[in-house]
């Protein structure tokens, strides 16, 4: 493919051979917010658009928030991996990638700049508007991958892209006294902790055991709700946070 129109006025167009056809019919139903965890832009840009590494994005959104598009919405693009959202295990046929350049947690994390978040605001608003992506599904890559991925991370401001109209969120609980879940636990508690993640979207085992998968979960969840302390502890703080989710949620999905 030589070239396509953009689906993102504005967006300059830089095809990644990297990508597919959507499987059996699906369609972008989530977007997926990813940092490209790479020292420039400039490398993150090439590297998508290298057939060598096999993975790519939609968009890739750079620190002065110009945006390019290197895949066709109606197309599969290969930026979510292994992973799960209410049972859906098939995340990039059923998805939008959207790349944010920072060099993340190894390179040297830093916050977005204002310029990004407000292009992110922009495009997100055309794909939803264009594939009436429900607030609820626009999530973080670590909602989807657990434990393998922890991007875009807990620096990145979802509160201001709910004040925008975009994404699922509510103001996290404070942090205070009271009892908490942690490793080891087990019985009813956790169960209906693992409950509560499972509903909302999460892949976690429901098996009333607080395991390594329950910790990663709930860390996944604290990096995009509750990001002032992220620890894999479902204290007070935690638990109110995700019930008060649920109960926003429309009751289709609860």
Not at 2 to 20: C, I, L, Q, Y
Not at 181 to 190: F, H, K, W
Request: hydrophobic share 35%.
């Amino acid at each position: 493919m030589s070239g396509f129109p953009a689906d993102h006025e504005g967006a300059e167009v830089r095809v990644s051979p990297n990508f597919g056809p959507r499987r059996e019919g699906a369609r972008p139903e989530f977007i997926i917010l990813h940092y490209t965890g790479m020292e420039t832009g400039e490398a993150a840009e090439s590297w998508l658009c290298d057939p060598v590494s096999e993975v790519s994005s939609h968009y890739l959104v750079h620190e002065d928030g110009a945006i390019t598009q290197m895949v066709r919405e109606s197309d599969r693009a290969w930026h979510a991996g292994k992973g799960s959202w209410r049972g859906e295990t098939d995340v990039n046929s059923s998805s939008i990638g959207i790349e944010i350049v920072n060099p993340g947690h190894v390179l040297g994390y830093h916050d977005f700049t204002d310029a990004q978040i407000g292009a992110v605001i922009v495009l997100c608003r055309g794909i939803v508007a264009r594939h009436r992506v429900m607030p609820e599904n626009v999530l973080a890559h670590s909602d989807v991958a657990p434990g393998r991925k922890v991007d875009p991370g807990e620096k990145f401001p979802w509160q201001v892209l709910a004040r925008a109209g975009i994404g699922h969120y509510v103001e996290a609980s404070p942090i205070g006294g009271g009892r908490f879940l942690s490793a080891g636990d087990r019985g009813e508690p956790v169960e209906a902790l693992q409950s509560m993640l499972a509903l909302y979207g999460y892949g976690v085992e429901i098996s009333g055991i607080f395991d390594q998968q329950t910790k990663t979960v709930v860390e996944a969840f604290q990096r995009h709700f509750r990001t002032e302390q992220i620890d894999g502890i479902a204290d007070r703080s935690t638990i109110k946070t995700l019930h008060q989710l649920l109960s926003a949620l429309p009751q289709s999905l609860t």
